[in-house]
């Protein structure tokens, strides 16, 4: 069984607007948690992460919300720009290994 | 010059053949780690290690073998190939003495291995 999972296997949107990037998690274990971006034809890339003990990180167009209640973390992109095409990992950390997630493919429209 | 190298970058192999995936690194991290992503199924662990003398099994290392041969080498082996273990390989590292910075894996360019 999946522990870390992404329910979209792909999002659209128009650039200049909002992306958002779902994952859930059933490991109450986990106490860090990272979002990779990976283009085609290269390894999957750091990209923003968030410590359990927060409720949101902010990096420039990144912000990444986790709701440990609901075990759940978001990624949100805005504004959207077409170079952010690419697929979206979340990973989930138990302190020594990384779970990842399906992945999401993200495309944005000119 | 990348920090992560892949070799080979794609390789056809036929069914039942043994083949070596290497990973070199450059970058001073003591952990080591092989993936393989699948579509849909993002990405698994096949082995990993925390440094030369340890090697661990991950999900899925049925079919899978590794060597630490030194702290910037870690290879992966397959020794009778079979068309289920196409997929795009990845090397990982992470640096377990970076405060705060641990939990964070820096990949290699993948290799492509298509089994025939």
């Known amino acids: 069984d999946q522990q870390v999972k992404q329910n979209s296997p792909s999002l659209s949107v128009q650039e200049g607007r909002i992306s958002i990037l779902n994952c859930d998690y059933t490991?109450?274990?986990?106490?860090?948690f990272l979002w990779y971006k990976k283009y085609p034809a290269e390894g999957p890339t750091f990209l923003i992460s968030?410590?359990?003990?927060?409720d949101k990180n902010e990096d420039g167009r990144f912000t990444v919300f986790l709701n440990k209640s609901a075990k759940h973390l978001s990624l949100h992109i805005v504004p959207s720009q077409p170079g952010d095409s690419a697929v979206y990992f979340c990973?989930?950390?138990?302190?020594?290994?990384?779970?990842f997630g399906g992945g999401t493919r993200l495309m944005v429209k000119p | 010059d990348a920090d992560v190298t892949q070799t080979p970058r794609n390789r056809i192999t036929k069914t039942g053949k043994r083949i070596m995936l290497e990973c070199s690194q450059t970058?001073?991290?003591?952990?080591m780690y092989w993936y393989r992503q699948d579509p849909g199924l993002g990405l698994r662990l096949i082995y990993y290690?925390?440094?030369?003398?340890?090697?661990n099994k991950g999900e899925i290392s049925d079919g899978y073998s590794v060597s630490r041969q030194a702290q910037a080498k870690f290879s992966l082996s397959l020794e009778s190939a079979i068309p289920n273990q196409t997929a795009l390989y990845f090397c990982?590292?992470?640096?377990?003495?970076?405060?705060?910075?641990?939990?964070?894996?820096?990949f290699g360019p993948g290799t492509r291995l298509t089994v025939t």
């Open positions: 990982a590292t992470s640096d377990s003495g970076q405060p705060g910075k641990g939990y964070e894996q820096y």
């Open positions: 490991n109450s274990m986990f106490d860090y």
């Open positions: 968030i410590s359990s003990i927060k």
């Open positions: 990973a989930a950390s138990d302190g020594n290994m990384l779970t």
């Open positions: 970058k001073g991290h003591d952990r």
């Open positions: 290690s925390f440094d030369v003398k340890d090697i």
